[in-house]
T-cell receptor, first 114, second 115 residues
Framework: AQTVTQSQPEMSVQEAETVTLSCTYD???????LFWYKQPPSRQMILVIR??????QNATENRFSVNFQKAAKSFSLKISDSQLGDAAMYFC???????????FGTGTSLTVIP | DTGVSQDPRHKITKRGQNVTFRCDPI?????LYWYRQTLGQGPEFLTY????????KSRLLSDRFSAERPKGSFSTLEIQRTEQGDSAMYLC?????????????FGPGTRLTVL
């Protein structure tokens, strides 16, 4: 089974600064999808950004961008100009090209310091 | 609101009781997923439906767990003879099978506490 590892249980960032959350995964597939989800306290998970493995260009969504290193099986999330509303648990997730289920990491709790 | 909804949001029960949770997916979505999330962990896949057919079940889904999706709309997840180890957040997600990302949209979850 695929595994997703988030090695940073907790991270903090000053408001307006930049923070990078790391994610690595293990797979034998050549094509797949990667996602970052955000789960605010007591609220539902929402998709932050997504990347298809065969696309070499890193995905960007406003202040959120990824650094996708396929050979290293690394998929980090960069949050620029951090805002108080960015405080949440962030989960990295993997889905195989023909797969149905998502495999999630254990999450990184992000604190934004005013 | 056309998002995924779950009911109840919180459930406290005594060990040995049966509980049932409901999930209403986004209306046009033909796939529905159930996940379990325990404290400090990411969601773990339990099962998924395509329309009314249950196509895949995780080994985590013991015989005390049963899920249905009659008519391919809402889904229910029942846990019989609950155990303290069943205490968790149960998440529902839905997606539209249309190739590509097959992005899953999550509901707010049902938090189960078994005393």
């Amino acid at each position: 089974a695929q595994t997703v590892t988030q090695s940073q249980p907790e991270m903090s960032v000053q408001e307006a600064e930049t923070v990078t959350l790391s994610c690595t995964y293990d797979t034998s597939e050549s094509d797949y999808y990667l996602f970052w989800y955000k789960q605010p306290p007591s609220r539902q998970m929402i998709l932050v950004i997504r990347q298809e493995a065969y696309k070499q260009q890193n995905a960007t969504e406003n202040r959120f961008s990824v650094n996708f290193q396929k050979a290293a099986k690394s998929f980090s999330l960069k949050i620029s100009d951090s805002q108080l509303g960015d405080a949440a648990m962030y989960f990295c997730a993997y889905r195989g090209y023909d797969g149905n289920q998502f495999y999630f990491g254990t999450g990184t709790s992000l604190t934004v310091i005013p | 609101d056309t998002g995924v909804s779950q009911d109840p949001r919180h459930k406290i029960t005594k060990r040995g009781q049966n509980v049932t949770f409901r999930c209403d997916p986004i209306s046009e979505h033909n796939r529905l997923y159930w996940y379990r999330q325990t404290l400090g962990q990411g969601p773990e896949f339990l099962t998924y439906f395509q329309n009314e057919a249950q196509l895949e079940k995780s080994r985590l889904l013991s015989d005390r767990f049963s899920a249905e999706r009659p008519k391919g709309s809402f889904s229910t997840l029942e846990i019989q003879r609950t155990e303290q180890g069943d205490s968790a957040m149960y998440l529902c997600a839905s997606s539209l099978l249309a190739g590509g990302y097959n992005e899953q949209f999550f509901g707010p979850g049902t938090r189960l506490t078994v005393l």
